[in-house]
């Protein structure tokens, strides 16, 4: 007899992937952070409850997945709109295996009345989903934004924690509230059954956790502000050049008298470090020294550093997306060459070995850039401090810029353009992510955009200075103020020197507890097959 067909694990599914988008900045003014409490719960529910075993869970949760990155990505549509259908199809094979990983742990959990199995379950369940983002943001095809965890970028007390766990920590949190919510309504519905309440330790344990977090957090955010830093007067530049005017030379003349007007406001603050944003200049600082003197008297006029990002190349013809700092003396300017490149925007994965993949991209992406090799700190002169230039998506990138600060940065700047975006929700996000690095490294963060959010986040993860006029990022201006910097002797926290480390704990418990599944299915799998072989058939659940 064929087994009924359930509509509402599908439902639920869609729920969760719809749930999970309005956790973000998906959608202009739709941004709900805390829905990330209960969003996974319909996945839960139908994984656990609306039969079909593994191959369902999979289903189910490649279905919530698609409906996600759709939506939570639907920005990708400004830069390709094949792009951003196709991507999710690979995204949502995360969530797949998150939700077939929950199917396989719902084994040993019976009727979900003991305590002790079920927070096994949910803290079992919780390290899988925190595997799992971390693996998203590996390899060529990576792009780890908007972990759960950055959902809860505005709640300045829980994401203290991230100096020690980095994003991995919160999304641990608030995957495990979500799978206790579950375990905790389908305990209650045994127990009335059973005319039987017992204490719910496992709910306990799971609310003990989150309040010592958020006491950990309250008490860091009132502790005194350490004594030594050193203030840094900073303006940064926002051009808002359209995109489709930036790398065109038709355009050279406008954007150099755009840059000289705004930089010429930014001077009277009298900046200490001037930022311009990514691919400042039409074409490289480098070309001509025509183009080289108009940069380089900013620096040298105004008696200040100046950052920007631009383009270079080498003798063997490699491009590469820099950042440059000159420091207004009369030489070369230091420069760090970006490691991390954008797949499809900087370059195509396997474009040699995977022809599709080139054919996806069309021709966004003629060439290819070539990363860099070297975490290269920069000194600034005037005052002596060591600086970290990301480029572009490299602040939403938890692992490569603590290797700056292990290196002496003291403060994190972050050239970018997301002029890509246009007036998509992409930048919001980007800011979101990019949030966490200063709490990781407690280290501040200016950022400097072409069009997006040019901001100023202290070591506490406040975006303190923010340039956005009428409440609209994508203008044109000057964003100046001071910002405190730590110094060079300040002691790194856990997340820089380890890095990734819970992440890692909870990927090798993940895999442990996979053996044990697999190895459980295969024993009862010879014991009915025994069973069967001695004329003693019997119901079996795998």
Same mark, same amino acid.
């Given at each position: 007899m064929?087994?009924?067909?359930?509509?509402?694990?599908?439902?639920?599914?869609?729920?969760?992937?719809?749930?999970?988008?309005?956790?973000?900045?998906?959608?202009?003014?739709?941004?709900?952070?805390?829905?990330?409490? !209960?969003?996974?719960?319909?996945?839960?529910?139908?994984?656990?409850?609306?039969?079909?075993?593994?191959?369902?869970?999979?289903?189910?949760?490649?279905?919530?997945?698609?409906?996600?990155?759709? *939506?939570?990505?639907?920005?990708?549509?400004?830069?390709? *709109?094949?792009?951003?259908?196709?991507?999710?199809?690979?995204?949502?094979?995360?969530?797949?295996?998150?939700?077939?990983?929950?199917?396989?742990?719902? *084994?040993d959990a019976g009727d979900f009345t003991r305590s002790g199995a079920n927070l096994r379950l949910a803290l079992l369940g919780a390290a899988a989903w925190v595997a799992l983002e971390w693996l998203r943001g590996l390899g060529a095809l990576s792009f780890g934004w908007n972990g759960l965890g950055i959902a809860l970028h505005g709640n300045l007390a829980l994401i203290q924690i991230a100096e020690f766990t980095g994003v991995g920590g919160l999304s641990f949190l608030v995957a495990l509230t979500n799978l206790i919510a579950v375990l905790t309504v389908r305990?209650?519905?045994?127990?009335?059954?059973? =005319?039987?309440?017992?204490?719910?330790?496992?709910?306990?344990?799971t609310m003990a956790l989150i309040a010592a977090v958020f006491a950990f957090g309250v008490r860091i955010l009132f502790a005194p502000a350490e004594s030594g830093s050193i203030p840094l007067r900073v303006a940064a530049v926002q051009a808002n050049i359209p995109q489709e005017q930036k790398f065109d030379r038709?355009?050279?003349?406008?954007?150099?008298?755009?840059?000289?007007?705004?930089?010429?406001?930014?001077?009277?603050?009298?900046p200490q470090l001037l930022l311009w944003p990514e691919a400042a200049t039409p074409g490289s600082v480098f070309?001509?020294?025509?183009?080289?003197?108009? !940069?380089?008297?900013?620096?040298?006029?105004g008696n200040t550093n100046l950052l920007l990002g631009t383009l270079d190349s080498d003798q063997d013809r490699h491009d590469y997306n820099i950042a440059?700092?000159?420091t207004g003396k009369n030489e070369m300017p230091q420069t760090y060459r970006k490691m991390h490149l954008v797949p499809f925007g900087e370059y195509i994965p396997f474009r040699r070995s995977f022809p599709p993949f080139e054919w996806v991209a069309g021709d966004l992406v003629p060439g290819d850039f070539t990363p860099g090799s070297e975490y290269t700190v920069l000194k600034l002169e005037h005052p002596s401090l060591q600086i970290a230039a990301l480029v572009c998506f490299e602040d939403t990138l938890g692992d490569l810029t603590r290797r700056f600060v292990q290196r002496g940065a003291q403060l994190l700047?972050? $050239?970018?353009?997301?002029?890509?975006?246009? =007036?998509?929700?992409?930048?919001?996000?980007?800011?979101?992510?990019?949030?966490?690095?200063? $709490?990781?490294?407690r280290r501040p963060l200016v950022r400097a955009a072409n069009t997006g959010?040019?901001?100023?986040?202290?070591?506490?993860?406040?975006?303190?200075?923010?340039?956005?006029?009428?409440?609209?990022s994508f203008a044109q201006g $000057?964003?100046?103020?001071? $910002?405190?910097?730590?110094?060079?002797?300040?002691?790194?926290?856990?997340?820089?020197?380890?890095?990734?480390?819970?992440?890692?704990?909870?990927?090798?418990?993940?895999?442990?507890?996979? *053996?044990?599944?697999?190895?459980?299915?295969?024993r009862k799998g010879q014991e009915l097959s025994a069973d069967f072989e001695n004329g003693r058939p019997r119901s079996i659940q795998l």
């Amino acid at each position: 007899m064929r087994p009924r067909f359930h509509v509402w694990p599908w439902l639920a599914a869609i729920l969760s992937g719809l749930l999970l988008t309005l956790c973000f900045p998906s959608f202009p003014g739709w941004e709900q952070g805390w829905l990330c409490w !209960v969003a996974l719960t319909p996945l839960i529910a139908a994984v656990w409850f609306g039969g079909g075993g593994i191959p369902r869970a999979l289903q189910l949760g490649y279905l919530a997945g698609l409906i996600f990155f759709w *939506g939570v990505f639907s920005w990708l549509t400004t830069v390709s *709109g094949l792009g951003w259908f196709l991507l999710p199809f690979y995204l949502a094979l995360y969530p797949a295996a998150w939700a077939a990983f929950l199917c396989a742990a719902r *084994g040993d959990a019976g009727d979900f009345t003991r305590s002790g199995a079920n927070l096994r379950l949910a803290l079992l369940g919780a390290a899988a989903w925190v595997a799992l983002e971390w693996l998203r943001g590996l390899g060529a095809l990576s792009f780890g934004w908007n972990g759960l965890g950055i959902a809860l970028h505005g709640n300045l007390a829980l994401i203290q924690i991230a100096e020690f766990t980095g994003v991995g920590g919160l999304s641990f949190l608030v995957a495990l509230t979500n799978l206790i919510a579950v375990l905790t309504v389908r305990r209650f519905w045994s127990e009335a059954r059973l =005319r039987r309440i017992r204490p719910h330790w496992d709910f306990s344990t799971t609310m003990a956790l989150i309040a010592a977090v958020f006491a950990f957090g309250v008490r860091i955010l009132f502790a005194p502000a350490e004594s030594g830093s050193i203030p840094l007067r900073v303006a940064a530049v926002q051009a808002n050049i359209p995109q489709e005017q930036k790398f065109d030379r038709a355009y050279a003349r406008s954007i150099q008298e755009c840059y000289t007007r705004l930089t010429e406001i930014a001077l009277a603050t009298r900046p200490q470090l001037l930022l311009w944003p990514e691919a400042a200049t039409p074409g490289s600082v480098f070309e001509s020294q025509e183009m080289f003197d108009f !940069v380089s008297r900013f620096a040298q006029t105004g008696n200040t550093n100046l950052l920007l990002g631009t383009l270079d190349s080498d003798q063997d013809r490699h491009d590469y997306n820099i950042a440059a700092l000159f420091t207004g003396k009369n030489e070369m300017p230091q420069t760090y060459r970006k490691m991390h490149l954008v797949p499809f925007g900087e370059y195509i994965p396997f474009r040699r070995s995977f022809p599709p993949f080139e054919w996806v991209a069309g021709d966004l992406v003629p060439g290819d850039f070539t990363p860099g090799s070297e975490y290269t700190v920069l000194k600034l002169e005037h005052p002596s401090l060591q600086i970290a230039a990301l480029v572009c998506f490299e602040d939403t990138l938890g692992d490569l810029t603590r290797r700056f600060v292990q290196r002496g940065a003291q403060l994190l700047v972050n $050239v970018t353009n997301d002029g890509w975006f246009l =007036r998509s929700q992409g930048a919001e996000q980007h800011l979101n992510n990019a949030v966490f690095r200063a $709490v990781e490294n407690r280290r501040p963060l200016v950022r400097a955009a072409n069009t997006g959010v040019t901001a100023f986040i202290d070591p506490l993860g406040r975006v303190a200075n923010a340039f956005r006029p009428d409440g609209n990022s994508f203008a044109q201006g $000057v964003l100046s103020g001071t $910002v405190q910097v730590p110094p060079a002797m300040k002691a790194p926290t856990f997340y820089t020197r380890h890095g990734e480390r819970f992440s890692h704990m909870c990927a090798a418990g993940s895999l442990a507890a996979l *053996g044990v599944f697999i190895a459980r299915r295969r024993r009862k799998g010879q014991e009915l097959s025994a069973d069967f072989e001695n004329g003693r058939p019997r119901s079996i659940q795998l």
